[in-house]
């Protein structure tokens, strides 16, 4: 399989260009989740739509937030939803070097919140359908845009709503969103995760009670250092491996693109016994983190909460606990393993909880994708690049898109160059997030090429 023909008639790099200039608009669209108001980027998307012959409906799903839905018919096989979140999380401007919803070009990048998470999707997936649309592509199954709201606070108000409310509108055979196609430099190997899995969330909140009293005299009994000893226990241990066939698939395909001990060595982070040896000698705290958090349940805590006055010692103190739950394990395993750090001295009460999502990897439009990225990136004097099929330790999307019945991939590309560019858990969700402007537009043409193969019919 070759790069398809129709890039070059489509003038692909002048749509890239395209593409770039509606990423710049959209960054100026101000989306931090909360508040989100997404309605009026949603309105811009939908006129960006209409302007090129496509007729999207902007669903309000609470006053401010707004989702964009549009369509391109096609025949009868199996519809494919391009999803972008329009959301993104808040950006600190005294913190940045150019302001973060300026959109401006500097160095080669292209600067602003939402730039890799994700309007550069929403940006890419437009201008392809736009494309599609303009030459009268014929297709052999309707192609699907869904730009979604509140996917940075859970999906409630975006894809969870279109859901439950508008099904028949985003249902689909195949999903891509992200988080996937971006390049890594492992080993001095070329790759691309592909997500196939993600983790689920059990977010809980851990709570000490105690008698209240002066501060002056120190007891023992202190809610605060209850919660305290709690969360050092917590942060000190790892809890039980769960490692699934998804996550043992990843780290098998992640080592058989290595040479030397590492290809020997990373399977053995599925040894329960081997993995806490294995992990202390990986040389990328990022990798380590990352391996760590798909092998297992996790839980963090982000938020504390204790007294009110500083000579009073407090009756109650409180902390929320971002739990994830690894692909194969339950909240209700998370639960039973924090209980067993937490003791009778915590309680421990769950706030929402939803399920891991996995994807089957055994699909041909997974073939597909694998073969874009090979082809469009060839690698290196170490190999050929390749995709690998990945488990994120964070939701997306697709743990909505998933209830349909959706075989949904992180598949959102952008080429990265690692000896200049950022690594791209450095750029999510960071200060001064960019992306490179040839990453992008090389990631404009291996999404272009995946709806070509995919969806054009040209037989």
């Known amino acids: 399989m070759a790069i398809h023909s129709l890039l070059a008639q489509l003038d692909a790099e002048g749509a890239a260009d395209e593409a770039l200039g509606l990423l710049r608009d959209l960054i100026r669209f101000d989306t931090s989740n909360p508040p989100g108001e997404e309605l009026e980027c949603a309105r811009f998307v939908a006129e960006a739509l209409s302007a090129g012959g496509i007729d999207p409906q902007v669903l309000e799903s609470a006053p401010g937030r707004g989702n964009v839905v549009a369509r391109l018919a096609g025949g009868d096989d199996g519809p494919l939803l391009l999803n972008a979140h329009l959301d993104v999380v808040p950006a600190a401007a005294d913190r940045w070097t150019h302001p973060p919803f300026a959109a401006e070009l500097d160095g080669g990048y292209l600067w602003g919140r939402g730039a890799i998470d994700m309007k ?4 890419m997936a437009v201008t392809a359908m736009r494309l599609l649309a303009r030459h009268g592509i014929r297709l052999r199954r309707d192609v699907v845009f869904a730009g979604v709201a509140d996917e940075e606070a859970g999906c409630d108000l975006g894809s969870g709503w279109l859901v439950d409310e508008h099904p028949d509108r985003v249902c689909a055979e195949y999903a891509l969103g992200e988080v996937g196609a971006f390049t890594l430099d492992i080993g001095g190997r070329r790759v691309y995760p592909v997500q196939v899995a993600e983790k689920g969330i059990c977010w809980l909140r851990a709570r000490a009670t105690g008698p209240s009293g ?14 305290a000893t709690f969360l050092d226990r917590l942060g000190r241990t790892s809890l039980p491996q769960h490692p699934s066939e998804s996550v043992t698939r990843f780290l098998r395909e992640i080592a058989a693109t290595q040479t030397g001990a590492a290809r020997h060595v990373l399977p053995l982070l599925l040894q329960p016994l081997a993995s806490p040896v294995v992990e202390r000698l990986l040389p990328d705290p990022s990798t380590r983190r990352t391996f760590n958090a798909v092998l297992r349940n ?6 504390l909460r204790a007294g009110a006055k500083t000579n009073v010692i407090p009756g109650v103190a409180e902390a929320e606990l971002d739990g994830r739950i690894a692909v194969g394990s339950s909240a209700e395993e998370l639960v039973a393993e924090l209980r067993d750090l937490a003791g009778d001295a915590i309680e421990l009460e769950v706030v929402r909880t939803h399920p891991p999502t996995e994807s089957p990897v055994d699909t041909r439009l997974f073939g597909v994708l694998s073969a ?15 995709a690998v099929p990945s488990v994120i330790p964070g939701f997306t999307d697709a743990s909505r898109w998933s209830t349909l019945g959706t075989t949904c991939y992180g598949f959102s590309p952008v080429v990265l160059d690692p000896q200049r560019d950022p690594p791209f858990a450095e ?15 090389a990631g404009f043409a291996m999404l272009l090429d995946v709806l070509l193969r995919w969806c054009a019919d040209t037989d």
């Open 120 to 123: 550069h999707m929403a940006a």
């Open 214 to 227: 002066h501060g002056s005299i120190p007891r023992e009994d202190n809610a605060v250092l209850r919660l």
């Open 298 to 303: 996790t839980a963090t805590p982000t938020v």
């Open 372 to 386: 874009v990225v090979t082809e469009h990136d060839p690698g290196n004097e170490r190999g050929h690049a390749v």
């Open 427 to 441: 750029l999510f969700h960071a200060d001064d997030e960019r992306i490179p402007v040839d990453g992008f537009k």
